[in-house]
């Protein structure tokens, strides 16, 4: 495969799927949907997530699989769609245990409302936590430049 | 290095994984045993009040496995970091006696 360089590149974890862990990879400004063995995934630590050189070899490496159709790449989940707006350095850590309560909580007998009430509750919390972090820091970053 | 002062819930967190490794879900599970279930942290609050704690070097943390309950997202696991633990005993030092003495007035009246 052939790919421009000297732009920035990343992974974007899309969830589990039936050909392994389905990323979202941009890669040049264009968008790639790669399926990837669990071990193979879990091989790459987490700060080479997004240099250009890791993002290349998971594109040509043979046990990749390029998911034309990401409808069939990944089990539908709409908790997908709202990890892209999380916070890059806590995303998948949150994402992983918010699904593992989730699992917990089916575990448990809780009814689907519930467990849907208690997904957007955590979600709304993480906005509101993040928005306040973000506002701290410029506080402080305003009251530092001009004390 | 000046010890920096701790939040509540950056007390707690730190109280959680003082001498132990956890991940979140077991986070805020032992907050919910320390505080005998009065304290539920959220995972988003848990989330960026460790991030800033480990900008402030007050928590180390490494990448562990993932299991299929979390789709591929692998767990992150935190332990307390030697300027956290000092700033912890610190809290205790400071605050403890404190509230007793706030405690033992209270009870006085």
């Known amino acids: 495969m052939r790919l421009a360089r000297s732009m920035k590149s990343e992974f974007i974890v899309l969830g589990e799927g039936a050909y ?17 063995p669990s071990r193979a995934w879990n091989r790459i630590k987490h700060d080479h997530r997004s240099r250009e050189d890791i993002v290349i070899a998971v594109l040509v490496s043979p046990h990749a699989r390029h998911l034309a159709d990401i ?4 089990y539908p989940d709409w908790l997908n769609t709202a990890a892209f707006f999380v ?6 850590p949150w994402l992983g245990d918010l699904r593992e309560d989730r ?6 007998g809780c009814s689907r409302r519930t467990i849907l009430w208690a997904t957007l509750t955590q979600i709304v919390l993480l906005a509101l936590h993040a928005a306040h972090h973000t506002l701290l820091r410029i506080i402080c970053a305003v009251t530092r430049h001009a004390g | 290095m000046r010890v920096p002062r701790l ?55 490494r990448w562990g496995e993932t299991v299929d309950d979390r789709q591929g997202a692998r767990r992150r696991y935190y332990k307390i970091a030697g300027l956290g633990a000092r700033a912890l005993s610190e809290t205790e030092r400071v605050l403890g006696p404190a509230l007793r003495l706030a405690h033992g007035m209270a009870g006085g009246r």
């Open chain 2, 7 to 61: 939040s509540e819930t950056e007390i707690l967190i730190a109280s959680a994984i003082s001498g132990k490794e956890l991940y979140g879900l077991q986070i805020v599970d032992e907050v919910l045993a320390l505080t005998r279930g009065k304290r539920r942290i959220s995972l988003g609050g848990l989330y960026t009040t460790l991030h800033r704690m480990e900008s402030k070097k007050l928590v180390t943390s």
């Open chain 1, 87 to 92: 916070p890059k350095t806590i995303r998948e």
């Open chain 1, 71 to 74: 409808e069939l790449a990944v």
């Open chain 1, 20 to 36: 392994g862990v389905v990323l979202h990879v941009k890669h040049a400004s264009r968008r790639y949907h790669v399926a990837v």
């Open chain 1, 103 to 108: 699992k917990r909580m089916v575990a448990a």
